[in-house]
């Protein structure tokens, strides 16, 4: 049995320990936490300061999280099943924000549920693709807005079982995520579910990655450009009775566009690059370039 003094020893090592993590607050400088964390108050990193996070099962943080520096979570330890990340409240990251889970056994699961998701930075999310599982990585954000660059990667050659969502699960189409950056994919299924909104937004469909267009009439992606940058990338099309476009990129060299029924006419246009295709249901016109 444990004398009264070893007893008091642990028991205010375990205080101190749940302390540190059951607390929001905010990272100066550069610190280092090591496993499990739980922040219930706001996290903050301030600028040119870095908070790195290692292994651990889940992270959580019940509140707001604010990175102007370089915010890392990451496994070290091969034996270690994947991670989940759940953040509950808004997040704005204009610095560097990175989850990497690629050296774990199974696939990383990050949720972000919060109101408010703004990105002016640098934003990454890298699971591991087992043989049997994926990763799942989703921000509900009802405002959802990023400017800078985020990329959605999986350490795997197949997207199966493995999905990204963006914006709010709602049938309410005015609802909308603005894209005027950068979103990469890599052995990913990513599903559009609302429009997407924003000049100059650009959705990279990477290797052995699926953007699926649900809806594409009244939740639109007319004003982003789809580029799809290597062989294997794919665009799914689902979409309703009606007329729409879509801006393509890098379409051919073997990767595909699938639609929701059987293809009965198309034909492309050389001098303006135009794709269009009608599927029984829909007339499509896909800006596939000259």
């Known amino acids: 049995m444990l004398s009264t003094k070893q007893f008091l020893v642990t028991a205010a090592f375990m205080l101190s320990f749940f302390s540190t993590f059951a607390f929001g607050r905010t990272f100066e400088g550069n610190t280092v936490l090591n496993g499990l964390t739980i922040f219930i108050l706001p996290v903050t990193v301030t600028a040119d300061s870095n908070l790195v996070i290692k292994s651990g099962l889940i992270h959580n943080f019940f509140s707001s999280i604010t990175n102007r520096g370089g915010l890392y979570i990451c496994e070290t330890k091969s034996t270690n099943v994947g991670m989940t990340v759940l953040a509950a409240g808004n997040i704005n990251n204009y610095g560097t924000f990175v989850v ?5 056994l199974t696939g990383l699961t990050f949720k972000s549920a919060g109101i408010k998701f703004y990105n002016a930075g640098d934003f990454f ?4 693709k087992p043989l049997i599982t994926g990763s799942v990585f989703r921000i509900w954000a009802l405002s959802f807005h990023n400017e800078g660059v985020m990329s959605f990667y999986q350490k795997g050659t197949s997207n199966f079982l493995s999905t990204v969502e963006l914006g709010p699960e709602t049938l309410v189409d005015a609802l909308h995520v603005t894209n005027t950056g950068t979103i990469c994919l890599r ?19 990477g290797a052995y990655s699926t953007l699926t267009v649900n809806h594409l009439i009244s939740r639109p992606v007319k004003s982003q450009t789809i580029y799809m940058s290597d062989e294997s990338s ?9 007329l729409t476009s879509l801006t393509v990129r890098g379409f051919g060299n073997n990767n595909k566009i ?14 303006s690059g ?15 370039g000259t």
């Open 100 to 104: 990497d889970d690629s050296a774990a």
């Open 274 to 288: 135009v794709l269009t295709v009608i599927d029984g249901l829909n007339f499509i016109r896909i800006d596939i």
């Open 234 to 242: 794919i665009v799914y099309i689902k979409s309703l009775l009606g």
């Open 258 to 271: 699938f639609f929701r029924i059987t293809v009965l006419y198309y034909t492309y246009n050389t001098a």
């Open 125 to 128: 999310i890298v699971g591991k």
């Open 187 to 205: 052995s990913i299924n990513m599903h559009a579910r609302v429009a997407f909104e924003g000049q100059d937004g650009c959705i990279d469909v």
